[in-house]
């Protein structure tokens, strides 16, 4: 079972869970693994670095959610 998508997963947790999150990061310029560069830590300290406040953040982990959802029913 593939874990929630949540402010505290690891991001290499996501993208090994959820490949098509990366776009959806990089749309964001939200550093990933698969971007290029080995990025260790949660989701929410990745948009952190990139400046996203806490609704910012909820909001991200919200529309990812969203999209996951929609492409696995697709």
């Keep these: 079972m593939k874990p929630e998508i949540t402010k505290e997963i690891e991001i290499e947790d996501l993208v090994r869970n959820y490949p098509a999150s990366i776009k959806f990061l990089a749309e964001k310029n939200i550093k990933c693994i698969a971007c290029g560069e080995p990025v260790w830590g949660s989701l929410e300290e990745a948009a952190r670095e990139k400046g996203y406040t806490d609704e910012e953040v909820d909001a991200i982990v919200s ?7 929609g492409l696995t029913e697709n």
Excluded: I
Excluded at 63 to 69: A, I, N, V
């Design 63 to 69: 529309e990812l959610t969203t999209y996951m959802k």
